[in-house]
């Protein structure tokens, strides 16, 4: 799997460690060995753009994805399918900002939101109750899962 990462934020931001938890989540959900991942890393005022030009939301948002060719985790017995993933917008000053109030710190909090962005490029969602506990039950579950792997 490919997955880049660029650091325009100007905070800084253990990057090889989001590579590394995007890989383990692409890898605990099946995604094709060959997939392809974008993390962007911006600052407030790039956020803030991003959330009003695609969102038609003022203000900065913590993560953003978008989607390139709709791929979706295989279900048992199918083989993953080839792709590009999409594109995850992350905001480091957003995350940090935040962290407190979800009882992580702010390493945890871009941890747990780059999870949640890679979710909804495979087509997860929380609009919906139970699509809401489908997909952060998911996420808790691979964080989990990162966070026993690491010791």
Not at 115 to 137: N, Q, R, S, V
Request: proline share 7%; aromatic share 6%; net charge negative.
């Amino acid at each position: 799997m490919t997955v880049e990462i660029n650091n325009e934020s100007g905070a800084e931001i253990d990057e090889q460690r989001l590579v590394a938890l995007a890989l383990f989540a692409l890898d605990a959900l099946r995604i094709h060995p060959q997939a392809e991942l974008s993390i962007l890393l911006v600052d407030t005022d790039t956020m803030a753009a991003y959330h009003e030009k695609y969102m038609d939301e003022p203000g900065p948002t913590d993560v953003l994805s978008f989607p390139m060719d709709e791929l979706r985790p295989p279900k048992d017995g199918e083989e993953p399918p080839l792709g590009m993933l999409g594109d995850i917008v992350l905001c480091p000053e957003v995350t940090a900002a935040q962290a407190a109030d979800s009882n992580r710190t702010p390493d945890q909090e871009a941890d747990y939101l780059l999870i949640h962005g890679l979710l909804h490029l495979l087509g997860y969602d929380h609009a919906e109750p139970a699509e809401k506990k489908e997909m952060f039950g998911l996420n808790d579950r691979i964080i989990a899962a990162w966070q026993a792997s690491r010791g």
